[in-house]
């Protein structure tokens, strides 16, 4: 998934496990976006080296969050939710054995050239094989391959946890303020 979809669900995610803390939340609220914010998109750091590596595995973030949260226990949920759920999202994949990129790009570029460069930027920038889930037990990959339907239909799913976070949210800011 791309980093805005992650960006959106992890925050969403995030507001949502502190509905039943209001206390935490309207004292660290900014603190714990911003910690949210990076551990969403923290994984995606391994496109430095192998993309979808260690990084990516959930075991590996879990252990991760909680040795931070040892140290600082204030990190310890944000930094889990914005990691597990880059996580999930990256399990989708987006299936392109049709072709399916370079047709939504050709109807936007005409210049065959140009259209085809766009097209294998685009393609590299997703190309993946889903996430090692069982790491470091196993380094198999795992994916749900998404077509052009289904793909829409888990976006439109993280806009709609994010409306209703947003919507959540206004109620219990009205209730506890
Ligand atoms: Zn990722």
Same mark, same amino acid.
């Given at each position: 998934?791309?980093?805005?979809?992650?960006?959106?669900?992890?925050?969403?995610?995030?507001? %949502?496990?502190?509905?039943?803390?209001?206390?935490?939340?309207?004292?660290?609220?900014?603190?714990?976006?911003?910690?949210?914010?990076?551990?969403?998109?923290?994984?995606?750091?391994?496109?430095? $080296?192998?993309?979808?590596?260690?990084?990516?595995?959930?075991?590996?973030?879990?252990?991760?969050?909680? #040795?931070?949260?040892?140290?600082?226990?204030?990190?310890?949920?944000?930094? !889990?939710?914005?990691?597990?759920?880059?996580?999930?999202? /990256?399990?989708? %994949?987006?299936?392109?054995?049709?072709?399916?990129?370079?047709?939504?790009?050709?109807?936007?570029?005409?210049?065959? $050239?140009?259209?085809?460069?766009?097209?294998?930027?685009?393609? /590299?920038?997703?190309?993946?094989?889903?996430?090692?889930? %069982?790491?470091?037990?196993?380094?198999?990959?795992?994916?749900?391959?998404? $077509?052009?339907?289904?793909?829409?239909?888990?976006?439109? !799913? #993280?806009?709609?946890?994010?409306?209703?976070?947003?919507? %959540?949210?206004?109620?219990?800011?009205?209730?506890?303020?």
């Amino acid at each position: 998934m791309d980093w805005i979809s992650h960006f959106i669900f992890g925050l969403s995610v995030t507001r %949502l496990i502190y509905l039943d803390r209001p206390l935490d939340w309207n004292k660290n609220r900014t603190f714990i976006l911003l910690v949210a914010a990076a551990a969403s998109l923290f994984p995606d750091l391994d496109i430095l $080296t192998t993309h979808r590596s260690e990084l990516h595995a959930p075991l590996v973030l879990a252990v991760l969050a909680g #040795i931070i949260g040892l140290a600082f226990p204030i990190y310890f949920r944000p930094l !889990l939710t914005g990691f597990l759920s880059h996580s999930l999202l /990256d399990i989708f %994949l987006f299936d392109n054995s049709k072709g399916t990129i370079r047709q939504i790009i050709d109807t936007a570029i005409t210049n065959d $050239t140009a259209a085809s460069e766009v097209n294998e930027a685009v393609v /590299d920038g997703v190309a993946a094989n889903g996430i090692m889930l %069982l790491y470091p037990l196993s380094r198999q990959m795992y994916s749900i391959l998404l $077509t052009e339907t289904t793909y829409a239909f888990a976006a439109i !799913l #993280i806009l709609c946890v994010a409306v209703i976070t947003v919507y %959540l949210t206004r109620s219990s800011t009205d209730t506890y303020r």
